[in-house]
C-alpha cells in the first residue's frame, strides 16, 4: 500500500509571490507517478502536474513546478506569481498502475 | 483531455430509499473506473473499482450490498446506494483512466453530492 502525507492542512499566500506546498509519501513500489491536483470550490478535480518517478528532472507546467526528492519520498508543489484563481484544495496523489492514494489536501488562499 | 460526466450532480433522498449515480466516459472506453467518497473538508477515499464485465473490488470497510456498482458498457458505471441513511451523505466522485499507457491519467467526474434526510 501507498501513503501519501499533507502535513499543511491550511496555507496562505499574496497575489504574485510564490508558495510551496509540502508532501510526503511512502511506498514500496519501483515505479509510480506523483501527482498534484486541485480541487476549486466547483469540487471538479483538476489535474495541475505529474511526475514520473524513474524522471530525476523536476516536472514544470508553467507557473507550477515540483521539487521530487526521490531519497526523501517528498514531492512539492511551487506556484509562482500567485493568482486568485489558484485558490482551492490541493491533492497530493501517487498511483501505481490504476489506483491513487490521496493526501489529506491543503487549502490555499490567495490574499488580494 | 478525456472527459467524465456524472448523474445526477447533487440530489436529496429520504431515509431508506435507494440513489444511484451514472459515471460516464464521453469520449474514450473505460474498462475500469473508481468510485471515490468525500467527506466535507477531507480527502478522497476510495471505495471501489468498478470492471467492465466483471465485479467490482471493493476497499476494506465498505459494504458491497450497500453500495452496489454495476459496470455495463464501456462507457458506463453506476453506483447505487441502497436503503440510503444520513451517514451515506457525501461527496461521490468517479474517475477513469483513459488507457493511453501504463499509469494512466485519471479523469475526474463533477461528483454528485448526495443528501440522504
Known amino acids: 500500500a501507498q501513503t501519501v502525507t499533507q502535513s499543511q492542512p491550511e496555507m496562505s499566500v499574496q497575489e504574485a509571490e510564490t508558495v510551496t506546498l509540502s508532501c510526503t509519501y511512502d511506498?514500496?513500489?519501483?515505479?509510480?507517478?506523483l501527482f498534484w491536483y486541485k480541487q476549486p470550490p466547483s469540487r471538479q478535480m483538476i489535474l495541475v502536474i505529474r511526475?514520473?518517478?524513474?524522471?530525476?528532472q523536476n516536472a514544470t507546467e508553467n507557473r507550477f513546478s515540483v521539487n521530487f526528492q526521490k531519497a526523501a519520498k517528498s514531492f512539492s508543489l511551487k506556484i509562482s506569481d500567485s493568482q486568485l484563481g489558484d485558490a482551492a484544495m490541493y491533492f497530493c496523489?501517487?498511483?501505481?498502475?490504476?489506483?491513487?492514494?490521496f493526501g489529506t489536501g491543503t487549502s490555499l488562499t490567495v490574499i488580494p | 483531455g478525456a472527459v467524465v460526466s456524472q448523474h445526477p450532480s447533487r440530489v436529496i433522498c429520504k431515509s431508506g430509499t435507494s440513489v444511484k449515480i451514472e459515471c460516464r466516459s464521453l469520449?474514450?472506453?473505460?474498462?475500469?473506473m473508481f468510485w471515490y467518497r468525500q467527506f466535507p473538508k477531507q480527502s478522497l477515499m476510495l471505495m471501489a473499482t468498478?470492471?467492465?464485465?466483471?465485479?467490482?473490488?471493493?476497499e476494506q470497510g465498505v459494504e458491497k450490498d450497500k453500495f452496489l456498482i454495476n459496470h455495463a458498457s464501456l462507457t458506463l458505471s453506476t453506483l447505487t446506494v441502497t436503503s440510503a441513511h444520513p451517514e451515506d451523505s457525501s461527496f461521490y466522485i468517479c474517475?477513469?483512466?483513459?488507457?493511453?499507457?501504463?499509469?494512466?491519467?485519471?479523469?475526474f467526474g463533477p461528483g454528485t453530492r448526495l443528501t440522504v434526510l
Open positions: 511506498t514500496s513500489e519501483s515505479d509510480y507517478y
Open positions: 496523489a501517487s498511483n501505481t498502475g490504476n489506483q491513487f492514494y
Open positions: 511526475q514520473e518517478a524513474y524522471k530525476q
Open positions: 474517475s477513469a483512466p483513459d488507457g493511453s499507457g501504463s499509469f494512466d491519467e485519471q479523469f
Open positions: 468498478s470492471n467492465e464485465g466483471s465485479k467490482a473490488t471493493y
Open positions: 469520449d474514450f472506453q473505460a474498462t475500469t
